[in-house]
C-alpha cells in the first residue's frame, strides 16, 4: 500500500503564477520530511526538509510546510518560471538513524506555460 | 564539487544477459543506496549499504546484488537481467541517515532488456 500520496498527480500553470503541491501520508514514525525537484532526464535534488511536529521552511521561490499530526505537507511555489517545470517528489524518513528508511511519492509532474 | 556519479547512463541489455550498474561519490559519504523508479511509483529501495562490505536488502532486492569494496564506490549487478527489471536506477548517497542529512542523487541508468 503506498504510504505517501502526492496530489495533484500534475499540475499546469503559467508563468508568474502560483501553485500548491500537497503530499499526505501514514508512513509511522514520520520523523522528517523531504521535497525534491527532478527535471526531466535528472537526479532528484532536495529543495528543503521539515523535521518539526508543526514546521515551516522557505528556500528563495518555494516554502514548504508539514503538520505531522495530520500527516500533511504542502510545498508552494511562487511566480513560477518556465524552470520550475519538473517532477516534484515527496519523500518521508521514518526513522533518523542510520536503520531509517525514505519512503518516496510519486510525484508531482509541474509543467510551466508561458 | 559534491556529487554522485552513475555509469553507464544508458543500457539496452538482453535478457539473460549479466549488468554491472556503477556508482560513485566523492563525498565520503557513509550511506549508499540503490533505486528503481518506474512510472507512476514512486522510488523504490533495492539495497542499502551503510559502509564497505556493510549491505542491507531494501524492499525489493530480488534479482539484485550489490557490492561495496570502497567507500566511494556502490555497484549493482542483475546477474541475468529479466525484462521487468527495465527501468531507471538511482544512486543515492548521505553523510547518515540523520534527518537533517543531505541525500544526494546520481543522474540515472535507464535500463532497457529486450
Known sequence: KTQVEQSPQSLVVRQGENCVLQCNYSVTPDNHLRWFKQDTGKGLVSLTV???QKDKTSNGRYSATLDKDAKHS???????????????ICVVGDRGSALGRLHFGAGTQLIVIP | ???????????????????????GQDMSHETMYWYRQDPGLGL????ISYDVDSNSEGDIPKGYRVSRKKREHFSL?????????????FCASSLSQAANTEVFFGKGTRLTVV
Open chain 1, 50 to 52: 521539515l523535521v518539526d
Open chain 2, 77 to 89: 549487478i542483475l546477474d541475468s537481467a529479466k525484462t521487468n527489471q527495465t527501468s531507471v536506477y
Open chain 2, 44 to 47: 523504490q529501495l533495492i539495497y
Open chain 1, 74 to 88: 504542502t510545498l508552494h511555489i511562487t511566480a513560477t518560471l518556465l524552470d520550475d517545470t519538473a517532477t516534484y
Open chain 2, 1 to 23: 564539487d559534491m556529487k554522485v556519479t552513475q555509469m553507464p547512463r544508458y543500457l539496452i541489455k538482453r535478457m539473460g544477459e549479466n549488468v554491472l550498474l556503477e556508482c
